[in-house]
């Protein structure tokens, strides 16, 4: 019995911290409505509702006030939103000692409904920010945020990265909504989100996210675990122990993340009846719920939303004002929507391709290995003729070999990547004919040879032209042999010392440019 006054007399004292002078504005807002600020697109992109943001986060009662964002997330159809339902009537009582309301009045709130297919997309907000006074006598905004389900048939695994991360990134606490228990592909999937979040933040504090929370329904096993928080710790501590008996794919995993959250907790719920799960006229009366459910739900909700457990958004160590968070909001949804992340993959999809690019690896080692033999390091200059004959036929054994190696994806996932496969191959013939021709010995005396063959010209024109009396001409051929000259002594240097290696490079071009233009055509013609 003294129990149960002290939980009273602490229920009151909740309620009298709801309390503020913005209470005759939150009366007139009581009704509040869910609002779609984050809209899920038919092409699978993400874009704000901005409007509809700052309609809610501008506020002149909130705006300027430090921001608690509660969140909830996890797989479709587990009872997120029929959640909130009650996070709601919590804070729009005030934290009132009878808060959960009575057991005939349907559970209004954000929308939900029984059935197997989702009822929620993008990310929504409640269009009411509740003011709290906490313990220290500071007036804080609470928002609440549902979120669309992951995994359903309609949503890529990147449509469910980008609302978890981007849902975790703006949130003080993170709900992660589990059933039955907390498996070993939840852990995986929190992996993947939580890292796709953390690359959009850029951050580079060790851990990025604030709270993590836990919330496996349906908890089945209370003679393992008893309902509550002190179940949930002992489950959550069975889950995230490393051990050196551990895989250490499995091992970083837990290591990973306990590194992205300050604070991580779990509470075990009971299943609320076969009549909420089984009934589809069932509209969230208490009276259909089992008592179990109902007692769990009188400790989970305080535990999250009192005033002394609320958790103010913070982002690099500073609070956040609502008006601090559109602006967030703002620059992660860009994020998301431009190419700077990679895009998450499915188990399946990550598999076969680095499956097709072992493939492509293992063909493009063959290839290397061949031409090697046909114009390697201590083979003789080989014509480009022969050469690119031999480059057809290597290529082609490289491109059986990727056909012949067994990979997943199937013919049409695999084409890209012997696309690939041959843009790889072209590079590398480039390669190949470019050291074929390096030992080319006439190709690597080419500049001097052009450069020694104008000063032979220029001084025989300059000479021919002094004894002609036409001084004017004999001078031009005596610059240009100069110039000649100087440049056949700095393209000496540039050899010699590798210093200013694009000084040489231009030479070298303009020697190839005479060549082709000037002395080729005439050392033809003088063959013919």
């Not at 964002?69 to 939103?81: D, L, M």
């Not at 309301?101 to 509740?130: A, K």
């Not at 995986?188 to 890292?195: G, I, K, N, V």
């Not at 009276?287 to 909700?301: C, D, P």
Request: proline share 3%; glycine share 8%; charged share 25%.
């Amino acid at each position: 019995m003294a129990e149960e006054d002290v939980l009273v007399g602490s229920q009151h004292q909740q309620h009298r911290n709801f309390v503020s002078e913005e209470r005759p504005v939150l009366e007139n807002r009581m009704r509040g409505r869910p609002v779609q600020v984050v809209v899920a697109k038919d092409d699978h992109g993400f874009e704000l509702d901005e409007q509809a943001l700052e309609g809610i986060l501008l506020n002149e009662a909130v705006r300027d006030k430090h921001v608690v964002v509660v969140s909830v997330a996890g797989a479709f159809r587990k009872g997120k939103s029929f959640l909130l339902g009650f996070f709601l009537r919590y804070l729009e009582s005030e934290g009132a000692y009878d808060w959960i309301g009575d057991e005939c009045s349907p559970l209004g709130g954000f929308s939900w409904r029984g059935g197997s297919e989702r009822d929620t997309t993008g990310i929504l907000m409640w269009s009411e920010v509740f003011v709290v006074s906490t313990p220290s006598g500071e007036k804080v905004a609470v928002v609440l945020l549902d979120t669309q389900g992951a995994f359903d048939s309609e949503s890529t695994v990147k449509d469910c990265a980008t609302v978890f991360a981007l849902s975790t990134m703006v949130s003080s606490v993170q709900v992660y909504n589990l059933s039955q228990n907390v498996q070993e592909d939840d852990l995986q999937h929190l992996q993947l989100f939580t890292e796709y979040g953390r690359l959009a933040m850029e951050d580079g504090t060790e851990k990025p996210f604030q709270k993590l929370q836990f919330l496996v329904r349906d908890w089945s096993f209370p003679y393992e675990a008893a309902y509550g928080v002190e179940g949930g710790i002992k489950i959550l501590e069975r889950r995230l122990q490393i051990s050196d008996r551990q895989h250490p794919e499995l091992q970083q995993l837990r290591r990973h993340i306990r590194s992205c959250f300050n604070e991580i907790g779990c509470f075990l719920m009971p299943h609320p009846g076969l009549n909420v799960a089984t009934n589809p006229l069932f509209d969230g009366r208490l009276a259909e719920i089992e008592s179990e459910f109902r007692s769990q739900l009188k400790i989970l909700v305080p535990l999250l939303l009192s005033p002394e457990n609320l958790v103010r958004k913070e982002i690099d160590g500073q609070k956040v004002t609502c008006r601090e968070l559109l602006e967030y909001f703002k620059a992660y949804i860009k994020i998301y929507q431009g190419d700077q992340l990679p895009e998450p993959k499915s188990m399946l999809q990550a598999t076969a391709e680095a499956n097709n690019l072992a493939a492509v690896a293992n063909s493009k080692d063959f290839y290397v290995q061949e031409m090697e033999k046909v114009c390697g390091g201590d083979k003789p200059y080989l014509s480009h003729k022969k050469l690119e004959e031999d480059h057809e036929r290597v290529k082609s054994c490289s491109l059986q070999t990727f056909r012949n190696t067994r990979k997943m994806g199937g013919t049409e996932f695999s084409s890209q990547y012997e696309e690939r496969l041959l843009h790889e191959l072209d590079d590398s013939f480039s390669n190949f004919v470019k050291h074929n021709e390096g030992k080319n010995v006439f190709k690597a005396f080419r500049t001097p040879a052009v450069l020694f063959a104008v000063i032979i010209v220029s001084y025989v024109l300059s000479g021919l032209f002094g004894f002609l009396g036409l001084y004017a001409f004999a001078n031009i051929f005596n610059l240009k042999m100069g110039i000649a000259l100087l440049t056949l002594c700095l393209w000496s240097y540039v050899r010699y010392s590798g210093d200013m290696r694009e000084i040489g490079s231009q030479i070298d071009l303009f020697a190839t440019v005479v060549w082709e233009k000037f002395l080729k055509p005439e050392i033809g013609r003088a063959h013919v």
